[in-house]
């Protein structure tokens, strides 16, 4: 949203003000990051047990061996936990290896080669492909779809999810609108989550295209910063209830519940969707790594097991968050040079800035030691149009390291506004 | 081979008696099966000390925190170990997920969406793509090459290796041969081990096309049945001194070393090749599971830890390799109705039936309750021209039921080739 409630000649008049303090920030020569939603050495901790998991067992509840090859859907111990957390039968939830980027990449991958069950020709043979993109979004979402060259469309994100008035407008007006990217709870970077009325109506809606796709990514699904998990809207059963079974790509993964760069990933779809994935998975390899998957559902022990790992994670993240919300009311309300999101989920605060500055305040707490997000990373091709988005990342830096470095953000935020107001 | 050195008349006299024994198989009712090359449990105990590993550890060599995300290449503490086995620096050596069989696929697939280095074009818009394919040779290779509708051209195998007359030949006269499946040593399913001439003079020979591939699939390199580990040819280094440094894509992996299922796989390549691979897979994902590869480098500790392991293995597996060589030996060779491998390594036993009758050995097989693999799944399209082949794969039975098995297998050997001659 834009940020127009400061007060130009103030700014102007407190200019050198802010320059000094900048200066004074500079000379401190520090090397803080908030780049990345990595979770801290402390969350990472709550899920050590797992170092050691699953000794000395080996066999799953149906007695596989998971050490040996075979079961390329994954051990129902597992699956049985997600499709618990999901609300769906075990049957249309797949647990495959590492982040569930790497199914939506391979999804999209084999949409243009194959096409889908749905498609009329693989995508690679329709004469332009593009994607509806709610801005702003993950990074990574978009690198994937300009990766195959894929047109983005961007979409504005409201309180309740996407404007659904310009989304349904799209997809019924143009067949090559072939998917749209969706993180539905706790959103990446806006912290925003889809209304039901915004779920059904995704489900619900005419697409011109035939084999049009949600990319419904649940990465924060449990990811709450308080007591409570909100209500898990089950987009795969409504969308089979309004005649659009294959509508739905839908993603977890235990990525920022146990160890980031050893998770195990969930696929949920249609059978038909999972049967053409599986055919093609199946020629790829010879199934996931069962062994971790046994080592996981021995650590949940059960959805609620997930949930009580969640707390403890909330309980290390809330004060973070809280940190810098705090130091951006204190330092920045008063000149209304900022607006920023107060997530009760997820990774990150999404702040704008006055608008023309995101890449001056980058560039400011760089020169200072700080790493930010590039600006404009929420966005596709990292072009924000307005340059005036900024994605924080508290969860990394110990609560020490994060005060300074949001401080000196809010500095940066201040001396970049200035320096426009006296442009 | 061709099996020619029956006796018509000999075999044609014995029908009745070979027919009794076969009805006697068929009365016992059994339930056994020799079809896929999978490690027993003896051999998977043999690594049941990573089901608790790498605990208490999760720090690298280099002192990344394994549980975090990051390095798409993989830690250092396992390149290092299969760069050493590959006699190469660890800078050519990634350590990915799961089986190579994963990255062959979307090297392949890669190709096809987006070309190589050195390509003219996508694959996918050349007018037509070939592939040549040892025979026999391994199915699931085969079936990547179908998958993507690639021509596949059967190229001879013999003692050393590829007929390297045949493949210079096709290979420097069509440039729309982009690629040749290897298994280099002690190869599925013949056991052949290519010689040094033979690796110099692939990757030396000219290719039409200049993105030519050669498929290196290293799965056995240290799978010895003896004590001995044969040399390991340099292909990378090879191929770089002949001019065509992107010529090979290597792999390895721990599949059959530590458990099937649960793995660490290895691309070697040139710096421009890893680059490539690396700039679609840092778009696909966040790294590969770095947990389980520092388990495994706990588990091996270095490149003679492997040694040991498969030292382990032979222990396990000759004495089965042995067995089935054996009961070959005293049912069939008195006859002339087959000729087979005689592997010092890897996991399959090559056998060759008179012709036009492996089908049927298989059919009987199967009514007598013993499961071999699919006749011609060695071939291209499953399709083997003279209906001669069958893969024997002597790891996963238990020493009692695989000699109750392979002394029901000479015994279909034996009527199908008694009932050929009576026809």
Redesign the interface.
């Known amino acids: 949203m834009a940020v127009d409630s400061f007060d130009v000649h103030e700014l102007a008049a407190h200019k050198d003000e802010f320059a000094k303090a900048y200066e004074e920030l500079k000379s401190r020569n520090l090397s803080l990051n908030l780049t990345?939603g990595?979770?801290s050495?402390e969350q990472?901790d709550f899920?050590?047990a797992?170092?050691?998991?699953?000794?000395?067992?080996?066999v799953s509840a149906s007695g596989e061996?998971?050490?040996?090859?075979?079961?390329d859907k994954g051990i129902t111990d597992i699956r049985a936990i997600w499709a618990d957390l999901m609300d769906l039968p075990v049957e249309n939830v797949l647990a495959q290896?590492?982040?569930s980027?790497?199914i939506q990449?391979?999804l999209i991958?084999?949409a243009?080669?194959f096409g889908n069950v749905d498609s009329e020709r693989p995508w690679?043979q329709e004469p332009v492909l593009k994607w509806l993109c709610p801005v702003p979004g993950y990074d990574?979402h978009f690198?994937?779809t300009q990766?195959?060259g894929i047109e983005m469309i961007q979409v504005p994100m409201n309180e309740d999810g996407p404007d659904m008035d310009v989304v349904e407008k799209l997809v019924a007006a143009d067949p090559q609108i072939k998917g749209m990217w969706n993180v539905p709870m706790f959103s990446n970077p806006t912290g925003v989550t889809y209304s039901a009325e915004v779920c059904r109506r995704l489900v619900q809606m005419e697409t011109a295209a035939p084999d049009f796709r949600l990319m419904w990514d649940n990465a924060y699904m449990v990811h709450t910063l308080t007591d409570e998990f909100p209500e898990i809207h089950n987009v795969i059963a409504w969308a089979e209830e309004a005649g659009n079974p294959n509508r739905v790509w839908a993603f977890g993964s235990t990525?920022k519940i146990t160890?980031?760069?050893?998770g195990v990933a969930f696929y949920a779809s249609s059978k038909e969707n999972l049967d053409n994935y599986l055919a093609?998975a199946g020629?790829?390899?010879?199934?996931?790594?069962?062994?971790?998957q046994l080592a996981h559902a021995k650590f949940f022990g059960d959805a609620e097991g997930v949930r009580e790992q969640m707390r403890r994670h909330a309980g290390s993240l809330a004060p973070k968050f809280d940190k810098v919300l705090q130091i951006l009311d204190s330092r920045l309300s008063a000149y209304g040079v900022a607006e920023w999101s107060k997530p009760t989920g997820g990774y990150f605060i999404n702040l704008d800035v006055v608008d023309g500055t995101a890449r001056r305040v980058v560039e400011l707490a760089k020169e200072a030691g700080i790493a930010l997000t590039g600006s404009g990373s929420s966005f596709p091709l990292k072009q924000d149009p307005n340059d005036r988005n900024i994605r924080l990342a508290p969860s990394l830096p110990p609560m020490e390291e994060l005060e300074v470095a949001m401080d000196g953000v809010a500095t940066c935020v201040l001396l970049a506004a200035a320096e426009k107001a006296s442009a």
Chains 1, 2 share one sequence.
């Open positions: 990345r990595k979770p050495s990472l899920a050590n797992l170092l050691g998991l699953p000794a000395p067992d080996y061996d998971v050490r040996n090859y075979g079961n290896d590492a982040s980027l790497n990449f391979d991958s084999w243009m080669q690679n990574r690198a994937i990766h195959f990525s160890f980031a760069g050893a093609h020629i790829r390899g010879i199934g996931p790594n069962k062994v971790n």
